[in-house]
């Protein structure tokens, strides 16, 4: 098993500030997932995170808005940048070992003012 | 419409019920994931399956693959049940093995 953390758990933050999301795993993993669950609405993948290279980005989402650091295979980050209420959001860590298991992380729960 | 279909999206049951929720998809797949989320906001795999039948404690879960069809079934149901699950696939033509999400389904189970 894995076991993710997240940090903050919560935020409030003003619009057009950044903030960025750290993600801890207890143990080596090559794919790591961040997604974003708007209001009342499913899981969207923002992007793959993979240790050594650049992130893959889904569509409609951009490096400049949501810049994603990989620097070694337990840990990632996630900045969310000039934000706006839009932004508001549960943003998740992911990984998946095989096609076993799906692990996420608790979540950080983000509110933009 | 979406490559994954949920119903209901909302569920009440009283305590003790048994409970079905549903899960269509349109697309094969390599595999199909049942997930948990509680009130807030963090999510439990429940289960992985690509065909056949998975039972974990009070938790049943099914899949027909020629169907594209699964369920999640919980017997005796609790409050401790109350809690948004996700069905999520893994399209087979999915690069990085991407999940893809359903909606959810809301259950509220009242004591």
């Known amino acids: 098993s894995a076991v993710i953390s997240q940090k903050p758990s919560r935020d409030i933050c003003q619009r057009g500030t950044s903030l960025t999301i750290q993600c801890q795993v207890d143990?080596?993993?090559?794919?790591m997932f961040w997604y974003r669950q708007q209001p009342g609405q499913s899981l969207t993948l923002i992007a793959t995170?993979?240790?050594?290279?650049?992130?893959?980005?889904e569509s409609g989402f951009v490096i400049d808005k949501f810049p994603i650091s990989r620097p070694n295979l337990t840990f990632s980050t996630l900045t969310v940048s000039n934000m706006s209420p839009e932004d508001s959001s549960i943003y998740l860590c992911?990984?998946?070992?095989?096609?076993?298991?799906?692990?996420f992380g608790p979540g950080t729960r983000l509110t933009v003012l | 419409k979406n490559e994954v279909e949920q119903s209901p999206q909302n569920l009440t049951a009283q305590e003790g019920e048994f409970i079905t929720i549903n899960c269509s998809y349109s697309?094969?797949?390599?595999?199909l994931h049942w997930l948990q989320q509680h009130p807030g906001g963090g999510i439990v795999s429940l289960f992985m399956l690509s065909s056949g039948k998975k039972k974990h404690g009070r938790l049943i879960a099914t899949i027909n693959i020629q169907e594209k069809h699964s369920s999640l079934h919980i017997t005796a149901s609790h409050p401790r049940d109350s809690a948004v699950y996700i069905c999520?696939?893994?399209?087979?033509?999915?690069?990085?093995?991407?999940?893809?999400f359903g909606a959810g389904t809301i259950l509220r189970v009242k004591s």
């Open positions: 999520a696939v893994i399209p087979r033509r999915s690069y990085g093995n991407k999940l893809v």
């Open positions: 995170a993979n240790q050594g290279s650049e992130a893959t980005y």
């Open positions: 992911s990984l998946r070992t095989g096609y076993d298991t799906q692990y």
């Open positions: 697309v094969g797949i390599s595999a």
């Open positions: 143990s080596q993993v090559t794919m």
